[in-house]
Nanobody, 123 residues
């Protein structure tokens, strides 16, 4: 019912910047939040950032606070993740997802997921 497509990943040097986008289509009316998660090789999926679809309230993991900015464009049904001051530890596959409640840190509470986009940060 909801399709999410991430894009914008790639290879950057430490200290560089990258912007990810997540284009949503289909039935999105029940989504209160859009979130970004990431999963590094051998590690569990972790919360990165989330944004309210209606009023743009934002939430960030401590590890990215001050470096990453989540935003959205309702007209385009698109959510963005601007990543600055990237570190090698940010290397992961980044996923966007929808949430019909406000449990923004819990990946199990999200309803629909994109297929992910790879971000690699070199030293």
């Amino acid at each position: 019912q909801v399709q999410l497509v991430e894009s914008g990943g790639g290879l950057v040097q430490a200290g560089g910047s990258l912007t990810l986008s997540c284009a949503a289509s289909g039935r999105t009316f029940s989504s209160y939040l859009m979130g970004w998660f990431r999963q590094a090789p051998g590690l569990e999926r972790e919360f990165v950032a989330a944004i309210s679809w209606s009023v743009s309230t934002t939430y960030y993991a401590d590890s990215v606070k001050g470096r990453f900015t989540i935003s959205r464009d309702n007209a385009k049904n698109t959510v963005y993740l601007r990543m600055n001051s990237l570190k090698p530890e940010d290397t992961a596959v980044y996923y966007c997802a929808t949430n019909s409640d406000y449990a923004y840190r819990s990946w199990g509470r999200y309803d629909y997921w994109g297929q992910g986009t790879q971000v690699t940060v070199s030293s």
